[in-house]
């Protein structure tokens, strides 16, 4: 932890790699924790006294008491889900009236935008993305087109006719598609009972903190204050380096921080990089070392891969080391976490992708091509641990990590060997 800069945790595969666990188990060493990009579509998963939360669009350091919480410039709002998720934590006794911050150019999701996320998934059928229907490219879409609406805009006098304008060009866009507004329903409900909780939410959300997010965190890191910026999703779900057009809408790599936060390159400082032992995905999307035997079965079932947004279940497979590799040269990851090693406790055997098949040639980068098409992976296998891990290492185990840290080059300072918050062992 360099003093004056902030360390970012990412996920390097495609979500899910435990971010929350880790966030949460990280936050007694920071003053502050940021979200920078993403939105609702992302559940960050924190465990600790048998209690279990999921957080969509908060930062993991709520649950340590005297942490701040900002949610950055980058990070889309959906003002009912987040004010449900704040009322949710309020119950559980935690109160984020004075630790939750939010940025004023943190842009707004409509429930438009949700209808749209529908409609375009419907328009692509067999193509869809697999989105979480929280209207993540819509919104996106709409702030790079410049049409969005921000935190900030809540407090204007015609914000409710601006509301109205971007509404009615988002009903044009959604007729256009041929979707049927009529009938349509957001979480359970009709639309325009939705809408209204969704104002409620605007009215909620103004007994919150917003803030100019960039002199907040550039002035906490000149005063000293250890911050630490939460990724959502995973490098291969980014907008420009994952797996297009089955990505996510955002940069979810390191630079991301930068523009998500205001943060300027020269104040970045550890970037952790986290993994889970095998690989997972949700949505459409080429994964080259899934499985579709009862190996990927076991993963499942081990690991509970089901969505923590969507509940919806994870294609899961091998760990895909040319595509770790890649997402920590995209982001000059420095320490590596490795999660859920004991979901493979019981494996005699492991697999992991040391190359790729593709046009004949055996390649360890990822080609163009890689975004639509599945490569063939080139494994090479590893002899199971066959044992439970409590607290320390066993040898096999050990020598998994070495072959993974040899192929990557950076170290793996931190295994998590189950989800609650004290289940990590530092190397
Ligand atoms: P995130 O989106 O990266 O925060 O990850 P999710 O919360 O969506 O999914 C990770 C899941 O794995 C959650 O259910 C965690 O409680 C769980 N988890 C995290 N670390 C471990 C681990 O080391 N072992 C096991 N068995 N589960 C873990
Ligand atoms: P966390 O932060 C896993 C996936 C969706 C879909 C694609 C685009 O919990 O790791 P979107 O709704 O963003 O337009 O969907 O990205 N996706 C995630 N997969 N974990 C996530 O977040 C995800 N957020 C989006 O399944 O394939
Ligand atoms: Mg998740």
Not at 48 to 74: Q, R
Not at 191 to 214: M, N, P, R, S, T
């Amino acid at each position: 932890m360099d003093n004056h800069k902030i360390d970012i945790l990412l996920g390097l595969q495609w979500g899910d790699e435990g971010k929350g666990k880790v966030v949460d188990a990280l936050t007694p060493n920071y003053d502050i924790v940021c979200r920078f990009q993403g939105g609702p579509n992302a559940g960050h998963t924190i465990e600790f006294e048998g209690k279990k939360f999921v957080l969509h669009n908060i930062p993991s350091g709520v649950l340590t008491p005297g942490c701040v919480n900002l949610i950055g410039n980058g990070v889309i709002i959906e003002p009912h889900i987040l004010k449900g998720e704040i009322e949710g934590l309020r119950e559980a006794g935690f109160d984020l009236r004075k630790t939750l911050m939010i940025a004023n150019r943190a842009h707004l999701i409509l429930p438009t935008h949700r209808a749209m996320d529908a409609a375009n998934e419907k328009a692509l059928g067999k193509m869809k993305v697999g989105t979480t229907l929280k209207g993540i490219g819509p919104t996106y879409t709409d702030k790079t087109a410049r049409k969005g609406l921000r935190i900030g805009d809540i407090a204007s006098a015609d914000f409710r006719e601006k509301y109205e304008n971007l509404k009615r060009a988002h009903l044009q866009q959604i007729a256009g598609l041929g979707f049927e507004m009529q009938g349509f329903q957001l979480d359970g409900l009709d639309f325009a009972e939705y809408e209204k909780l969704w104002f409620e939410g605007i009215e909620y959300l103004k007994q919150y903190q917003f803030v100019d997010g960039e002199y907040f965190i550039n002035d906490a890191l000149d005063a000293g204050k250890k911050v630490l910026a939460e990724g959502a999703q995973g490098s291969m779900l980014d907008v420009d380096f994952g797996s297009y057009p089955f990505v996510t809408s955002s940069n979810v790599i390191a630079a991301g921080v930068c523009s998500g936060l205001g943060v300027a390159p020269s104040r970045i400082g550890k970037v952790y990089g986290i993994f889970k032992a095998y690989c997972t995905r949700v949505g459409t999307g080429p994964f080259p070392t899934e499985l579709f035997d009862e190996t990927g079965e076991m993963l499942r079932q081990n690991g509970h891969e089901f969505g923590a947004t969507t509940g919806r279940p994870r294609r899961c497979g091998w760990l895909d080391l040319p595509a770790l590799k890649y997402a920590v040269m995209l982001s000059g990851v420095t320490d590596l976490m490795m999660m859920k090693s004991d979901v493979m406790d019981d494996f005699a055997t492991l697999k992991v992708a040391t190359a790729y098949r593709y046009n004949g040639q055996e390649t360890k980068q990822l080609p163009f091509a890689a975004c639509t098409e599945t490569m063939e992976p080139v494994y090479t296998k590893i002899p199971g641990w066959q044992q439970k891990i409590d607290g320390k290492i066993p040898q096999k185990l050990e020598d998994y990590i070495t072959f993974i840290e040899n192929y990557v080059g950076v170290p793996i300072k931190f295994v998590s060997y189950g989800p609650d918050r004290t289940q990590n062992i530092i190397r």
